[in-house]
């Protein structure tokens, strides 16, 4: 949320702001903006996409060694030019950019009213600014410790970035709860919201922390704490690939990380997976196990996609490893008044690691004596930081808005997890798990062969890019791959989609049968088939427009379905890792025959650093 990019150094800062704007505008998109430090501090800003703002300056002076960027996600105030990033002081002074949200922005912007002060925009960034500039006057001090002051009465999430006219030679920024990495070069500096701005001209990186303060100038890094106090910097090796962050050839991000899932999800197995020996492999898992093994019960906390592979994860749990698991909605978690007890073990997922709402909820279990266990995609993350244990998911970076890959490779981790405990705790018989580790290694060439119906889920999507609406249908662990899939649709093609237990559409969402909605089962071949093709008899008897996601091999549905897409047979505990692809291709293909942005979709945002 809000993509955050710095440079100082011999460079031209200003191509390389841009370029890293690009490669952050997945965690915003709706304006962008400059600010470039020579003798002068020229800030330029644009509604609209990061390109708008590269248009708009042709021709303009944009030499500098020093500049900020940023590539905004709405908070305070609408999308526009005059509420872009950066702003500027009163004075003009100074510039700043900031992701996160400033909660008592209101009081302190009415404190600064009364000193006279006025704002030429919505935002709770500029109110910053010119508390930070106000200090400054009052207290005849630096900049420095002006934000050092202004950050110890600020409430809320935040990373501030800052330019000061009168010292062209130093950039200040400072982290609160929203994500900020340092890169290290020769004679230079990188500030980035996270490595892929950086990435190609270094791979030394420091994460900077909560409440510390970075000042940077070309050839020096001090980092401070609010008290100002030196801390050394933790310098770490980025282990990241160009390429990685590049789309290699797909016409979209989404597309490639769809077509990415038999490597990553074969990644997430690698080197921990041993079929044939039955050994599963995890340090975090081992270095635990007695908490896990005991645990009185299982909290899973995520949000999005996240949730979704929560909630598989609560039926693989509860089956395997006999322990009672919850599935929790961070935002709501973490304002309940939750019973946390001794011997619980929370299980947080997330892509980013980065999500607002699921670092504070496992900041308030881990208060109240939980265990965390974190299942996170980005290595050095927030919350990968803020767990007692975890398993990263090695799926590499994931750039489209919507959650593909990452999605698959929760599910492969969050299986191994299961069974580890399952093995331990003597839950689970030999033959089957035996059984589950060998199905768990055919599921990247599975992966592979359910990818090989691109083209006819494309051809048949093109039939579906006019409806309005969408009902998901699924049972058991297809269940949350209706969810999912239901939130892909609307996600990528604006078209209202539900994701409903299939035998619980009964209660409500059958009135909205008839022969013009499409309902989507996700009815692969499992225990619960001959109930799932009873509720397709239901919606037909209804005229609805029956699509089905289904076993390579099922002779039945085919016959009751106006449209079907097939997927390799697995156990039916591993199934959602298969189910969900021709999932993900179905509403891409719908997006783009309705000419979506679908990397990009409206409204919404990569990595959710705001509550
Ligand atoms: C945003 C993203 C989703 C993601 C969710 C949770 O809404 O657009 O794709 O599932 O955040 O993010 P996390 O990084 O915690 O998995």
Same mark, same amino acid.
């Given at each position: ?383 990968? /930081?803020?767990? =007692?244990?975890? +398993?990263?998911? &090695?799926?590499? #970076? %994931? ?5 593909? !890959? *990452? ?24 033959? /089957?798990?035996? =059984?589950?580790? +060998?199905?768990? &290694?055919?599921? #990247? %060439? ?5 990818? !090989? *119906? ?158």
């Amino acid at each position: 949320m809000c993509g955050i990019v710095a440079y100082i150094g011999p460079r031209e800062a200003y191509p390389l702001i841009l370029k890293g704007l690009k490669r952050l505008e997945y965690r915003g998109y709706d304006s962008s903006g400059v600010a470039l430090l020579n003798d002068d501090l020229r800030v330029y800003k644009k509604k609209g996409k990061v390109a708008e703002l590269e248009e708009s300056l042709v021709g303009q002076d944009v030499h500098a060694h020093a500049g900020i960027g940023h590539t905004r996600w709405a908070t305070h105030g609408e999308p526009s030019d005059r509420n872009a990033h950066p702003h500027s002081s009163a004075s003009g002074r100074l510039a700043m950019i900031h992701n996160g949200i400033i909660e008592n922005y209101a009081q302190l912007k009415n404190e600064l009213i009364k000193k006279g002060y006025s704002f030429q925009s919505d935002t709770d960034t500029e109110v910053l600014l010119n508390f930070v500039e106000d200090i400054q006057k009052n207290n005849n001090c630096g900049l420095e410790e002006a934000v050092r002051i202004a950050l110890r009465r600020v409430v809320g999430a935040y990373v501030i970035v800052l330019l000061d006219k009168d010292h062209p030679d130093t950039i200040i920024a400072a982290r609160k709860g929203s994500p900020l990495v340092i890169g290290i070069g020769k004679g230079e500096h990188f500030l980035a919201s996270d490595a892929s701005p950086i990435i190609e001209y270094t791979k030394e990186v420091v994460y900077v922390n909560d409440y510390e303060l970075a000042i940077l100038k070309a050839d020096e890094l001090i980092l401070k704490n609010l008290g100002n106090e030196k801390i050394t910097p933790f310098i770490q090796k980025l282990d990241l690939e160009l390429a990685a962050i590049e789309k290699g050839g797909f016409e979209h991000f989404m597309l490639k990380e769809i077509f990415e899932q038999p490597e990553t999800i074969f990644d997430c197995l690698r080197g921990r997976l041993d079929a044939e020996k039955g050994i599963i492999t995890m340090a975090g898992v081992e270095n635990n196990i007695e908490k896990l093994r005991n645990a009185d019960r299982m909290i899973i906390i995520a949000c999005g996609t996240s949730w979704h592979a929560g909630l598989v994860a609560e039926y693989i749990f509860e089956e395997l490893c006999r322990i009672p698991v919850e599935v929790e909605y961070a935002s709501e978690f973490r304002y309940r008044n939750p019973v946390i007890h001794n011997g619980d073990v929370i299980i947080a997922i997330s892509q980013s690691g980065e999500t607002a709402d699921t670092i504070v909820a496992i900041e308030k279990a881990k208060e109240q004596g939980a265990f965390i266990m974190g299942v996170v995609n980005v290595v050095g993350s927030s919350i990968a /930081r803020l767990s =007692h244990a975890g +398993a990263y998911t &090695h799926a590499g #970076p %994931e750039i489209g808005v919507a959650s593909t !890959k *990452a999605f698959t490779a929760q599910l492969a981790v969050l299986t191994m997890i299961a069974l580890k405990i399952a093995k331990e705790k003597d839950t689970i018989d030999q033959t /089957r798990y035996m =059984h589950l580790l +060998a199905e768990l &290694h055919t599921i #990247p %060439e599975k992966a592979r062969e359910a990818l !090989k *119906a691109a083209d006819s889920i494309k051809k048949l999507a093109s039939r579906y890019a006019n409806d309005a609406n969408a009902l998901y249908l699924g049972r058991g662990y297809n269940f949350p791959v209706a969810l999912e899939g239901a939130l892909k649709l609307k996600e990528i093609s604006y078209i209202h989609a539900e994701g409903y237990p299939a035998a619980e559409m009964k209660h409500g969402p059958i009135a909205l049968v008839d022969e013009t909605l499409p309902v989507i089962f996700v009815a692969t071949r499992d225990s619960y088939h001959d109930k799932i093709v009873s509720n397709i008899q239901e919606i037909r008897a209804r005229k609805g427009r029956v699509v089905a996601v289904i076993s390579q091999d099922d002779e039945v549905i085919p016959k009751m379905a106006e449209d079907y897409m097939t997927v390799p047979e697995t156990d039916e505990l591993l199934a959602p890792m298969l189910s969900v692809i021709p999932l993900q291709l179905f509403a891409y293909y719908i997006g783009i025959a309705k000419g979506c942005d679908v990397d990009k979709p409206r409204n919404l945002a990569k990595s959710v650093t705001v509550e």
